[in-house]
């Protein structure tokens, strides 16, 4: 759940990719980096903090060219070090940076492969780095003093067959322009754009198309899954589809809660696809408690809002904004530890007691996680004076962790995890739960492009499109839990 963009302009861009990041800060608020082409000199600027904090006037006065790429970055599991800001360069061969987005299934075994193999030596954890020293070496192995398209397209033709797992990418490479794809199965999003300009054409790509609204951009497509394009310094636009034969299963999850409403991913609008998960809500509402004696419907800001309002438009229950959100806290589903979690839970919100007070309230939020942020959330509505507190989810009950980019925690952390939806009210301390159901949840989201038939709904349903080792999952649980976060702070 990174940000990226890259864009090669006409003129200047590092404005350009400073306010692109502004807009996909809600992807990633942990490090923030832009590096540009001037001339034959990459100039690269990154470290650890929010994009207005990342980078000062000075910072942004050095970043000159008309080519570059950025990245905002969420800290996944072995990744959370101040040295693993993006974007990554190497100078062999021709001078690579590359920023990236998702995760890699089989990082470890890459990294093996990379020195024992290859000769190349992997700095820190992040499989972002290996990425970036595996399409250094497609590249090198085409053996060329000079590269034609052909030639990029197949050394990521070579990274695809040695990756497994969701990736979008953005890669500089010098000399050539900007090479940018996505994994075979489209797991994690990225969106073509063009805008006319009195020199020519200008291109971007980017996670999400709100990226390309805000500077002007049309949107032209999503890239295809397993496709390369690559858009040249001298302002051609190439492509090719470097991978075949997988079955096209984009994350639900970015429906969900990580994109912002006003983007379209995969010809979908997210804004629309979260009324059709509160319509779809509703309907389960009405079957299992036509009954329902709920007085108001009181969304969890921002991501549920959608949701709630289309939810309680079905219901013919007035929504009511029962929370304020401090506007200056960061998301809790990225807090580092529980302790922090809870503490920002109180910092975030602040009820509105005559919301609330002797009132039957359906709280909604988009999803339950932990349910740190829930449990929280359902005792301020106790005391903010609620007779009764009922709890929705726009989405089904997350079982299992994600392992495409999206840092969910140990399966033992998910309040879901081995737990009947009763038990789960129960420990959130709600007097009633209900979830979306996964078919309602895919239809909702397929309803605006019905050429999607497939999802990664892992975290819901368990099933890892890529497959996964057992032996990875059993890592992946001790490296996000919360005692493995703890002890990597004390060391």
């Not at 085409?142 to 990029?152: E, G, I, V």
């Not at 804004?271 to 969890?300: F, N, Q, S, T």
């Not at 999206?406 to 129960?426: F, G, Q």
Request: proline share 4%; glycine share 8%; charged share 25%.
């Amino acid at each position: 759940m990174c940000g990226i963009i890259g864009i090669v302009g006409k003129s200047e861009v590092a404005s350009a990719l400073y306010d692109g990041l502004t807009v996909l800060q809600h992807r990633g608020q942990d490090a923030a980096g832009i590096a540009t082409v001037d001339g034959a000199r990459l100039r690269l600027h990154k470290a650890r903090g929010l994009v207005r904090d990342v980078f000062q006037r000075d910072d942004m006065l050095k970043l000159r060219g008309r080519v570059g790429i950025g990245h905002c970055r969420y800290p996944t599991a072995g990744s959370d070090d101040v040295g693993e800001a993006q974007p990554f360069y190497v100078n062999s061969p021709y001078g690579i940076a590359l920023a990236h987005n998702g995760n890699l299934v089989n990082a470890e075994a890459i990294s093996n492969e990379l020195f024992e193999g290859d000769r190349r030596h992997i700095n820190t954890n992040s499989d972002s780095e290996v990425l970036l020293n595996v399409l250094a070496h497609e590249l090198q192995i085409q053996d060329r003093m000079s590269l034609t398209p052909d030639h990029l397209f197949k050394a990521v033709a070579g990274v695809h067959e040695r990756a497994r797992g969701g990736y979008a990418v953005v890669a500089l490479v010098l000399g050539y322009g900007i090479l940018a794809f996505r994994d075979p199965h489209g797991i994690r999003p990225l969106v073509l754009g063009e805008r006319d300009t009195p020199e020519g054409k200008e291109y971007a790509v980017a996670s999400e198309s709100v990226a390309l609204d805000i500077l002007g951009f049309r949107r032209l497509r999503d890239i295809e899954p397993g496709e390369a394009v690559l858009l040249g310094f001298d302002g051609s636009l190439h492509h090719r589809r470097c991978a075949d034969g997988y079955a096209h299963t984009p994350c639900i999850f970015e429906y969900v809660y990580l994109a912002r409403p006003d983007s379209m991913i995969e010809d979908v609008s997210v804004y629309k696809a979260r009324l059709r998960m509160g319509e779809r809500l509703a309907a389960k509402i009405r079957r299992l408690r036509p009954d329902h004696g709920i007085d108001a419907v009181i969304p969890i800001p921002d991501t549920a809002r959608t949701a709630a309002s289309s939810l309680a438009s079905e219901l013919g229950v007035p929504m009511r904004e029962g929370f304020v959100k401090n506007r200056y806290i960061g998301r809790t589903f990225i807090m580092p530890g529980q302790s922090e979690r809870v503490k920002s839970v109180r910092r975030k919100l602040n009820a509105i007691d005559l919301e609330f007070r002797r009132k039957t309230v359906l709280l909604v939020d988009d999803s339950i996680v932990r349910g740190t942020t829930s449990k929280q959330i359902i005792q301020m509505a106790r005391e903010a004076g609620a007779t009764k507190v009922y709890f929705a989810s726009a989405a089904p009950p997350v079982r299992y962790p994600n392992v495409y980019g999206i840092d969910m925690p140990a399966p033992a952390e998910l309040v879901a995890h081995n737990r009947s939806e009763e038990e789960v009210a129960e420990a959130l301390g709600a007097d009633w739960l209900v979830y979306q159901d996964l078919h309602d949840l895919v239809a909702a989201v397929n309803e605006g492009n019905e050429e999607l038939k497939n999802f990664d709904t892992s975290c819901f349903s368990g099933e890892y499109v890529t497959g996964v080792q057992s032996d990875y999952l059993r890592e992946l649980e001790f490296s996000r839990s919360d005692e493995a976060k703890t002890l990597k702070r004390a060391s």
